[in-house]
């Protein structure tokens, strides 16, 4: 799970991860590492054969990635089309298998629909086929059920889980819900103003956060059963072209301390392939 604030540069991280920022962002160090292979080396062209075939992406909005003039059957075939080098009727075949493979009913008759002729959450769906196609490794999801209905949201996360259970594929789920998060993740970064400031086990984040932010996100959940004031975290985030001096949390933080202004935070473990960036964390529990 990555989860924050809008603005934190969620989407951002998810567009660097499979290399398809806009032509003026540059990626100034670090590396991205999948397999064993650094993707900040590799050139478009090799780009163009990972994407879809090794790491495949779901966006919130699924007519952002389904074209209007293409049958469901065609966009789908697609990718099988380009990564399994499938063709005639075991190209049919395929598409008909992953169209179930997301519970679409009669997939024979919704290969010649176009996306228009779908509910949000079926067009949600068919991009989730299209993302299984190549057979990727790992598929990020990027707040894919922020346009369903409540109810359809949990038939698509329930989804999501059956397929990521039964094909192995890792999933990197985006979202600015801890609900969410609780119900779908195993770990999960914690970003603020476009850094990750809390890595942890979705147990540890919930039972003990050690980032202020962290714990203020969780104190902003409203709480069934009291008649407490609702907590909001103080202030607003932060400009990412002005951020802070020290730690970008500082203004909004309640344990801030000299330090946290004129210094920013370097990474600390915590153990268990748990990290954060805060100067003062929250003592274990
Ligand atoms: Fe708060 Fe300081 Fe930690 Fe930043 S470094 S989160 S200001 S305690």
Known sequence: GLVGE????????CHTLVRLLPPSARILSGSIELMGENLVTKSQAEMREIRGRRIATILQDPMASLDPLFSIGDQVAEPVYYHQALRGGRLRQRVKELLT?????????????FPHQMSGGMRQRIVGAIALAGGPKVIIADEPTT????TIQLQYLNLLKD????????LIFVT???GIVAKMCDKVAVMYAGKI?????????????RHPYTRALLDSIPKLGTKDPLYAIPGAPPDLSNLPTGCSFHPRC????????????????????????????IEEA
């Open 176 to 178: 600015h819900n801890l």
């Open 6 to 13: 809008s603005g934190c540069g969620k989407t951002t991280t």
């Open 254 to 281: 309640s344990r801030t301390m000299q330090r946290c202004r004129d210094e920013e935070p370097s990474e600390q473990y915590l153990g268990d392939g748990a990290t954060t960036r805060c100067w003062l964390p």
């Open 147 to 150: 346009n369903l209905d409540v």
């Open 101 to 113: 493979a997301v519970r679409i009913p009669s997939p024979e008759t919704r290969m010649k629909n």
């Open 197 to 209: 400031v809390e890595l942890q086990s979705v147990r540890g984040l919930f039972y003990n956060p």
């Open 163 to 170: 397929l990521q259970r039964a094909s192995g594929v890792a």
